[in-house]
């Protein structure tokens, strides 16, 4: 699929924090030529990854696509693509993958659960309404997260129109959820956002973030409220979709 040019809507600013719109740019931008770049047996093995982890609570290892048709070489040099292009995470010693954003099958305190499916965790609390890209259109999913100063749990409900636009039904709340930036800037805004996904964290209030960042040595970052947080996923869904097209 590498003749493919894929294109995505222009991103409206003012559903941003002030500023971030360029940088949400960039960042699509990167990952759709990562996207773009990928063998068709790559590109497949990348949407499996998802699918497996929606369904299974367990490491996705290359015996896991057994039935998918290709070779046990062809299998192992596709996740080796995947890994450095930081689409998914491959540990050596385990020799399985553990995560493949917006999936993890390691337990996260961001948590989604869909009708007829099992509870699943997601890699960050941005990366929550993406797992609807497998999930489907037009269905609720229950999402949590949980402060990381109170211990409080963030819950609401999430759903995807087939446009990819999001409805949040959530309580009133004055949420804040941090996303990091990077001390010194990449040439890839892809690479840092992989790189400082484990560190979005979302706070029950303003207060609480006061209190616990200055314990992360996080020296710069961005506060989104909930429906910005949810914007910049539908921005992030919106590039995602061509793993499944």
Known sequence: MSGLSYQVEPVDSRRLPDGQAVWVESLLSQYLGLVQALAPEERALYAQTWQHMARHSAPVVVRSF???GY??????RAITTLNNYKLLWFDDDLRAILQCPPFSVLHTVHEVKAFGWERSYACSFVDI?????VY?????????SQCP???????FRVRMNEHFRFEVDAP?????IWLPLP???ADDPYQDFHRLRPRIHAYFSAADLDTHHPYQGDDAGVVY???????LGECLASAYRFVTA
Do not use: D, I
């Open 149 to 155: 100063h109170s211990g409080e749990k963030l819950r």
């Open 71 to 76: 070779s046990t070489f062809s299998l192992q």
């Open 183 to 185: 001390a010194v800037p």
């Open 225 to 231: 409220t909930l429906e910005q947080a949810l914007y």
């Open 172 to 176: 009133p709340n004055a949420w804040c």
């Open 129 to 133: 309404p993406l797992t609807l890209l």
């Open 66 to 68: 057994a039935r998918s």
């Open 136 to 144: 489907g259109p037009n269905m609720w999913l229950e999402c949590s």
